[in-house]
T-cell receptor
Framework: DSGVTQTPKHLITATGQRVTLRCSPRSGDLSVYWYQQSLDQGLQFLIQYYNGEERAKGNILERFSAQQFPDLHSELNLSSLELGDSALYFC??????????????FGNGTRLTVT | AQKVTQAQTEISVVEKEDVTLDCVYETRDTTYYLFWYKQPPSGELVFLIRRNSFDEQNEISGRYSWNFQKSTSSFNFTITASQVVDSAVYFCALSGDQGAQKLVFGQGTRLTINP
């Protein structure tokens, strides 16, 4: 058990809808990351938050947004969903405090299916 | 730009055989970190090892060993006396010295250990 909690485990929704994925990092970790895993794109970095502030942005669509709250949990919001958004969404956390190199510890993922 | 290449898409061996998973990386950073993650059929991503660019010592952990060679930009992973439980997708990943922690993943190698 990595200590990172993601909810829900599965999500099935229709095109055009909006969903929110939630993540609680490991105790003591200030940094949260979101990754998308799809068959054609592999594991893609979406966004990183450190202590409530956005730290790095990857291939995140404008329809997607995220935030990290004062209690350090994070939410990833996906809107105007398309069939191609179906994927496994991972949250990870690390002890990153400005220096790179800390291992990322991943949650079990949320499997999103858009129909 | 950073890139990780895992040329072996799938490997299938018989139990007790030794198997090596290849990882080649590209980066312009002088300081960087390499990682291996395991994704078993249950779907979670499990951290296995981290290596920084200044530490070229090989690492051994039980049946697992890692060979880091800066001269060939490779960070290969060997499983000795493989077991069925080793069946998983294995990902190699790279993080550079950019003030943020963006892990760039390879496409993964699906390893199947047959009894």
């Amino acid at each position: 058990d990595s200590g990172v909690t993601q909810t829900p485990k599965h999500l099935i929704t229709a095109t055009g809808q909006r969903v929110t994925l939630r993540c609680s990092p490991r105790s003591g970790d200030l940094s949260v990351y979101w990754y998308q895993q799809s068959l054609d794109q592999g594991l893609q970095f979406l966004i990183q938050y450190y202590n409530g502030e956005e730290r790095a942005k990857g291939n995140i669509l404008e329809r997607f947004s995220a935030q990290q709250f004062p209690d350090l949990h994070s939410e990833l919001n996906l809107s105007s969903l398309e069939l191609g958004d179906s994927a496994l969404y991972f949250c990870a956390s690390s002890q990153f405090k400005g220096q790179v190199g800390s291992p990322l510890h991943f949650g079990n993922g949320t499997r999103l299916t858009v129909t | 730009a950073q890139k990780v290449t895992q040329a072996q898409t799938e490997i299938s061996v018989v139990e007790k055989e030794d198997v090596t998973l290849d990882c080649v990386y590209e980066t312009r950073d002088t300081t960087y970190y390499l990682f291996w993650y395991k994704q078993p059929p249950s779907g979670e991503l499990v951290f296995l090892i981290r290596r920084n660019s200044f530490d070229e010592q090989n690492e051994i952990s039980g049946r697992y060993s890692w060979n880091f060679q800066k001269s060939t930009s490779s960070f290969n992973f060997t499983i000795t006396a493989s077991q069925v439980v080793d069946s998983a997708v294995y990902f190699c990943a790279l993080s550079g010295d950019q003030g943020a922690q963006k892990l760039v993943f390879g496409q993964g190698t699906r390893l199947t250990i047959n009894p």
